[in-house]
């Protein structure tokens, strides 16, 4: 056992030196791919987000035609002020949000009973626009509405004639958006930072050994290749352990400590959910780092190595094409296979639906038994004297 964490702390200690791997191993895929990820998602549903308690401007052309549409806007937090004759110009600059017109031919047509036209001029190219135009459009929906009803009434009518269907959708999910979001983005942050955790220890344990002819006086050493083959493997398990749980804690930290105030309510992600999905990824950080150690073995070259694992990291999107292009059920052996298992629990875990122990079992052991395959493998490349060789 000595001589196994003896090579593992002299690989780590060689990794660690190497700024780049440092970089790649400890930031780029733990801290920064996090941020890129969520940040987005976040500031962009925060912009999205309606806040009708907000007082804001409305800028009216002919206010004065409708009184008390005014003051129902204003009862909704929508102060109107005069529109400049220009509002299309200062639309399209971005000066102004949203305007609202009211014909002249409003109140006649109100008095009439007919619909009475309103115009609301919006810029489909800035997202601050459409905001404000979608809460406009809400707020005069229901003004609509409501003048139809006491339309209907006036003459005596039901105003549940003028809906002879009455739609009501109900959300089954108990995460809503989050997890249709978040399912996804969690896999496949533990899965990418598990690879660029490896990748550079990876490279350099075996193939940039060789080139720097140092792989010969280490194999020429009074210790048994298996322990030499499971010192490397610790040392780059150690790295990919490390990525993931930094990357997991992270993406916590983010959702944490960023102010989003009721933007909680719509995009929820719990401390529980993530260390679960971390749990249920552990076996793939066994099976990764057995990856990275065959496919290291097996190249003859640092360049050879960096495009074999580069490859690799194609590897976790398959189980979402795969989820996409068929229809086939995520259950029983199918868990089994490295990657699928993990992302259809961690998929469920997000979306707080319940797994059995058995399919727990499939997704576990079929990891662990892949990563003692590709162990084997590399043990077995590792005992041919060929590994020396150019």
Known sequence: ??????????????????????????????????LLMVGPILFSAKNNVIDFDATSDLYVVGAEQAPNLIQMLLQNN?????????????????????V?????????????GKPAPLFVYVNHSSKDSLKAANQLKSVLSRYSAELGYWRLNARGLSADLSTPIKLVE?????????????????YFLIMFTMMTGGFYLAVDITAGERERNSLEPLLSLPIARWRLVAGKYLAILGFVGTSASLAVA?????????????????????????????????PCMFFVAAL????????????????????????????????QLSDVAMSGPLLALPYLGQFSLIDRIIKAESFSL?????????????????????????????????
């Open 1 to 34: 056992m000595k001589q196994i964490l003896t090579v593992a702390l002299k690989e780590i200690k060689d990794n660690i030196r190497d700024r780049r791997a440092f970089f790649f191993a400890l930031i780029y895929g733990p801290v920064l791919m996090p």
């Open 78 to 98: 929508l102060v109107a002020k005069p529109a400049p004759p220009n509002f299309r110009e200062k639309l399209r600059s971005g000066e102004l949000a949203v």
């Open 100 to 112: 609202l017109e009211i014909s002249d031919i409003y109140g006649e047509r109100l008095r009439e």
């Open 170 to 186: 109900e959300d089954v999910s108990s995460q809503g958006i989050s997890g249709m979001l978040f399912g996804f983005m969690v």
């Open 250 to 282: 992270c993406v916590y930290l983010i959702f944490t400590l960023v102010p989003m105030d009721d933007l909680h309510i719509v995009l929820n992600l719990s401390g529980t959910a993530l260390v679960q999905s971390y749990l249920v990824a552990l």
């Open 292 to 323: 990275l150690l065959a496919t290291s073995a097996y190249t003859r070259t640092p360049k050879e190595a960096q495009t074999y694992i580069s490859v690799l990291y194609l590897l976790p999107m398959a189980p979402i094409l795969f989820k």
């Open 358 to 390: 058995a399919e727990l079992s499939f997704s576990v052991g079929g990891t662990l038994l892949c990563a003692v395959v590709l162990i084997a493998v590399a043990l077995s490349l590792y005992k041919r004297e060929q590994i020396l060789r150019d």
